[in-house]
Structures are given as C-alpha cells and as structure tokens.
C-alpha cells in the first residue's frame, strides 16, 4: 500500500481480483515528488498487471493519525485511469475507506443503474504504418497504463442527481499501431469486464476547502505486465543458468590407496572376465569343426535306404 508521510493516516491502495496488489519502488526516482503546480506530494508505484484480471482502488483512512481536526471535510478521492476521468470516492471521519471498483452507468434502455468493473487487458498490437494512425496512437499512449488517485479535501453542500459516467460496454480492447510502441513497455491498458446491477449512487455537490489550491497528495500507480516490469529494471530479471564447471580429468596422483586398488581390482576382473570369454569362444569353434558331416557321403546312405529290391519272375507257367 502506498504510504503518504506528508499526510499521515492515508494509505491507497490498488486491489488486483480482492488482493492487494504488491507494490513496487521506481528505482530511477525517489519515492516522492512535488506537484510543481500545487506543491503537494506525488507517490509512484509500479504494479503487475495481469491478463483479464479485475482491479478496484482503496483508499483507507487511519482516523488517529489523519488529520480530521484542522477544518471541517470529508476525503475525496478523484480516479483518473490511462487519462479518464472515472470518478470520485468521498470518506468522511469513521467511514474508515473506500473501494472504488468501477464506472456507474444508467441505462435508458432497462432504467437499471449498472457498475462496470475495470480489468487490466493485453494492448493489441497491429501493423499499420500510416502516418496519422502512428501519431494519434502515440498521443494516446502517453497516459496508458497509469492510474492516478488526486486526494483533495472537500466540504459537502447538498445531495445531488449521479451522472452516469461511460455507456454499457462489455469491453474496450485498445489497439495500437506497432510503430506508436516503439521504445515503450506499456503492455495493458484499462477496460471493463461484466455489467453488475447496483442501487443509484448516492451523489453529492461539494466544492474545495477554501485554504486549498489543489490536491493535498496524488499517487500514482503504473501497471505493467511482469516482463515488462524485468524489461524497465523495476524487478531484477530471471538470472540466465551458470555454465557448468569443467570436468578435469582424473589422476592417480589425485587419489587415495584404497581407490588406486578398488581401481585395479576392478580392472583386473574386467581382464578376468574378456579372458574367460575368449576361452569360451575358442572351445565353441572347436567344436563346430569337429562336428562337420560330409553331406554326400550322408546322401549316398540315404538313398540307399530308401532303395528297395523288386524281383520279378521272367518264367512263364
């Protein structure tokens, strides 16, 4: 959560499918700045953002260290997301936090108030080399991937009509020319996953404390996808495998006397073992020479055997 030590008692917070999303320190910029507009404290974080995955904004507030008692206010947390403005969450002392989860819509249609929520979506890269397509996406992408949450302290006058922010669309996957991404590691930009029915929203006309000329603090939230992350520095990247050391051969000079004679003894019956096989083979052939049949005598026999006398009487009666 980011942590605001120029106002204690504040911590934002960006939830990614209910968990607290693990934050990330900028390690080429300090972990705050100045508005040089309104001189208040500016917080950036990095995040991971993963694919079709829900987010909402928390803003808590720790009513003993937030100081409630300088002037009468209530908290107001004024969302902006890839450079849209999508509305404000109001705290008042004991409300404890917000979760800001999505843009209120009213359709005409179904006279039904509906939340839809933000997810994070992988930017869809397409080849288009024409030039006024490069440069209008390059305008666009300056503020992609960024969530900016402005803290002013506001006085409520009177409860007023919601205004239905953004229209009933199931989802807004941004394409962009692959010329306008060049040098960029913005991976996802924000868009709207499931139409939710909810009550009307309690709206209310408030206008700034009179001492302030601005924001009191803002953080900001870059989302990016993990590799994107390992690719600007912001997590250290996946170490490549250490090559394997080299085998050095084996000496005798390296080893014990009970290695050199388990050595020799295994060589030796390595020895044992090819002279018994020798042997064996010799006595097999001999063998063989020995048991050699003369295959005509053989025939001879055979036909002699099978040949048998037939007499005949050459007398007559």
């Not at 394409?175 to 939710?196: I, Q």
């Not at 690719?231 to 250490?242: A, C, D, K, V």
Request: charged letters at 30%.
């Amino acid at each position: 959560m980011a942590v605001i030590d120029q106002v204690p008692g504040i911590e934002v917070t960006i939830q990614v499918d209910g968990e607290n999303a693990t934050e990330y320190v900028d390690p080429h910029a300090p972990d705050s700045d100045l508005d040089a507009n309104h001189e208040c404290p500016i917080i950036t974080k990095y995040i991971e953002s993963i694919d079709d995955t829900k987010f909402s904004v928390k803003v808590a507030i720790d009513d003993d260290a937030y100081a409630w008692d300088d002037i009468e206010h209530c908290l107001s947390s004024s969302i902006v997301i890839d450079g849209n403005y999508v509305g404000d969450g109001l705290i008042e002392m004991g409300q404890k936090e917000v979760i800001f989860k999505g843009n209120g819509i009213y359709s005409k249609q179904f006279q039904q108030w509906y939340r839809m929520e933000f997810k994070f979506s992988a930017i869809s890269i397409v080849e288009d080399r024409n030039a006024a397509r490069v440069k209008k996406d390059k305008e666009t992408m300056k503020n992609i991937g960024l969530i900016e949450i402005s803290l002013n302290r506001r006085v409520k006058e009177k409860q007023c009509k919601a205004i239905s922010i953004g229209s009933l669309i199931d989802s807004n996957i941004l394409e962009v020319a692959e010329k306008a991404l060049k040098g960029k590691a913005v991976s996802h930009s924000a868009s709207f996953c499931k139409v939710k029915a909810i009550q009307r929203p309690t709206a209310w006309r408030i206008h700034r404390v009179s001492v302030d000329n601005g924001p009191i603090a803002t953080v900001r939230f870059m989302y990016r996808s993990r590799e994107s992350l390992k690719q600007e520095l912001i997590i250290p990247r996946s170490p490549s495998p250490s090559p394997a050391a080299p085998t050095m051969p084996r000496s005798v000079d390296n080893m014990t006397g009970a290695e050199i004679w388990r050595l020799a003894q295994e060589r030796l019956d390595q020895i044992n073992w090819a002279e018994e096989v020798k042997s064996h083979n010799k006595s097999a052939m001999k063998r063989q020479v020995n048991e050699v049949v003369d295959v005509d005598e053989e025939a001879e026999k055979a036909r002699k055997a099978k040949r048998r006398a037939v007499n005949i009487d050459l007398t007559d009666d």
